[in-house]
């Protein structure tokens, strides 16, 4: 295996991802009431809620170092190949970057990009998985990052999130207007721009209108659907992680399907409840 795929922690990996030996894991790493998580294979779902639901503070997260990432790169392959969640929403593309940058210097033969995923959680998950794809079909390293850059310029992520606190808070939602959620029960469908802000694309009283209201707007948004993954996940709520699905596999012929949990920084930023889909 000549390549390598590094996924800063925000993107979810498969089991078979894991199992895989191609892709490996840059961690982020939050800090809830004084104490701080690494989001890596150690992370507790169910304790991390616990810990913020507790909490009086919102809960803050720090990317990996150039330093990390360079350490990263250093691994026994030819090409290496990196996915950041959003630049607009976290200094990890900016570290990536840098830290590609500074190994560069010193190791000139090793061909390394960095992919700015416009997205988050698994919207780098699809993008890694097209990496791979790409890698497969002996592509060379050229190829494969035109290839890649223009499948995230064509890729949408949306969401429904049942508390948008940790996102305001913390100056994810620059320009979107306050919500009395607690009051009215009013759940905003948001999604990506294609910058990798954050914008709303409508809104419904309670969960189940809002979810319904996300797939009504991904059914009229997507285009040649045969050929693409539908990736799902969810913060502690499964069934209604499977009931997305199913209505938008009612809609749209994809290629293939799946879901999986958020990981930790996609569970401090999406809170319980929260349903991400990218196509």
Same mark, same amino acid.
């Given at each position: ?14 089991? +078979?991802?894991? *199992?895989?030996? %191609?892709? $490996?894991?840059? !961690?982020? =790493?939050?800090? /809830?009431?004084?104490?701080? &998580? ?67 210097? +010193?190791?000139? *033969?090793?061909? %390394?990009? $960095?992919?700015? !995923?416009? =997205?988050?959680? /698994?919207?780098?998950?699809? &993008? ?152």
């Amino acid at each position: 295996m000549d390549y390598k795929i590094v996924v800063d922690s925000c993107g979810e990996l498969t089991r +078979e991802m894991k *199992e895989s030996g %191609i892709f $490996v894991t840059a !961690s982020l =790493s939050m800090l /809830v009431n004084g104490v701080n &998580i690494v989001d890596d294979q150690t992370f507790d779902q169910a304790d991390f809620l616990k810990r913020v639901a507790e909490s009086q503070e919102c809960p803050r997260s720090s990317c990996p170092s150039p330093e990390e990432y360079m350490s990263l790169y250093s691994c026994d392959v030819k090409r290496v190949y990196a996915v950041t969640l959003s630049s607009e929403l976290s200094g990890s593309y900016n570290s990536a970057e840098l830290g590609s940058r500074l190994f560069r210097e +010193e190791n000139p *033969e090793k061909k %390394i990009h $960095v992919f700015n !995923s416009k =997205s988050a959680s /698994v919207g780098e998950t699809l &993008i890694a998985l097209k990496i791979r794809e790409c890698e497969e079909k002996h592509m060379s390293f050229e190829e494969v990052v035109r290839c890649v850059e223009n499948y995230i310029e064509e890729q949408h992520t949306y969401f429904v999130l049942e508390n948008l606190d940790v996102l305001r808070k913390n100056g994810r939602l620059t320009g979107i207007k306050s919500f009395v959620a607690s009051a009215l029960n009013i759940k905003p469908v948001l999604g990506s721009t294609p910058q990798g802000t954050i914008c709303q694309l409508g809104q419904a009283r309670g969960m189940k209108k809002a979810l319904a209201k996300m797939v009504d707007r991904i059914a009229q948004e997507a285009k040649g659907v045969e050929n693409k993954i539908l990736a799902i996940s969810h913060c502690n709520c499964p069934e209604r992680a499977k009931t997305v699905e199913r209505m938008l596999l009612e809609r749209l012929p994809v290629k293939s399907s799946f879901i999986i949990d958020t990981a930790g920084i996609s569970t401090m930023y999406a809170s319980d409840g929260g349903v991400i889909v990218v196509l």
